[in-house]
């Protein structure tokens, strides 16, 4: 696949070869993959707010590898505060994420690792979701990823976002696992993936999440 596409982005017939489980699901279709019926969403949540942020670039690298159309979350919202929604209700933001987190087919999460653990940020989205009426995240396919300046690509982050997604039952793929350790080097003044191990084990998340979204 090119990885120099804007999402969203749709694969061609080329790109099939990299996701095994959609390539089942169209052999032997007549119509070719120009006409694709099923074009599955996946929603990309970024733990970082910051515009350069490395993990948002490998999200953007997995959505480059995503066969349908994929929609960029924007976690910029207030912090959970019980007075706020007792006045307020639930802020604007907090409630287009949850409304994004439903109509996708499918998530995929990449934490910074902050301290050992995932962002304030993401777990504030994550406690502002949890709120008012309805689960999004039940049986939903979710992929988590993580790109750190550290040795470890944020191993310990990923599991500490395993057991706060926990709770919300999501259909959460346990692997391959895509921890981009000293990602500033990772990336090249394009924005794009350059490792090609890394490039592999993405595909490889990008493709089993694929299969689950349109199974
Ligand atoms: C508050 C804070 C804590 C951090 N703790 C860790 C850490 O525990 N492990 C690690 O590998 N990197 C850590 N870092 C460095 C981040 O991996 C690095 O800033 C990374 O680029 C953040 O992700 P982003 O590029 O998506 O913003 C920390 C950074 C900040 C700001």
Not at 88 to 98: L, S, V
Not at 203 to 209: M, P, R, S, W
Request: glycine share 10%; proline share 5%; net charge neutral.
């Amino acid at each position: 696949m090119s990885s120099g596409r804007i999402l969203p982005t749709r694969i061609g017939r080329a790109g099939l070869s990299l996701l095994p489980g959609i390539e089942r699901l169209y052999r032997g279709s007549d119509n070719g993959l120009d006409q694709l019926a099923l074009m599955p969403t996946l929603l990309l949540i970024c733990g970082a707010l910051r515009q350069g942020s490395l993990n948002r670039k490998l999200l953007v690298a997995a959505g480059q590898r995503w066969p349908g159309d994929t929609v960029m979350a924007d976690l910029d919202m207030p912090l959970y505060n019980g007075d706020i929604e007792e006045a307020e209700g639930i802020p604007e933001a907090a409630t287009r994420i949850k409304r994004q987190i439903e109509a996708a087919d499918a998530v995929a999460i990449s934490t910074p690792e902050y301290n050992q653990s995932i962002s304030g940020v993401l777990k504030n989205a994550l406690d502002w979701v949890s709120r008012g009426e309805g689960n999004p995240w039940r049986d939903k396919p979710v992929a988590i990823m993580s790109a750190t300046a550290g040795r470890a690509g944020g191993a310990r982050a990923q599991y500490a976002l395993r057991l706060a997604l926990n709770t919300f039952q999501p259909r959460l793929l346990t692997g391959p696992e895509v921890m981009v350790a000293n990602a500033q080097k990772e990336f090249d003044s394009e924005g794009r993936l350059v490792g090609e191990s890394y490039q592999k084990a993405l595909e490889a998340l990008v493709g089993k999440l694929a299969s689950e979204a349109v199974r």
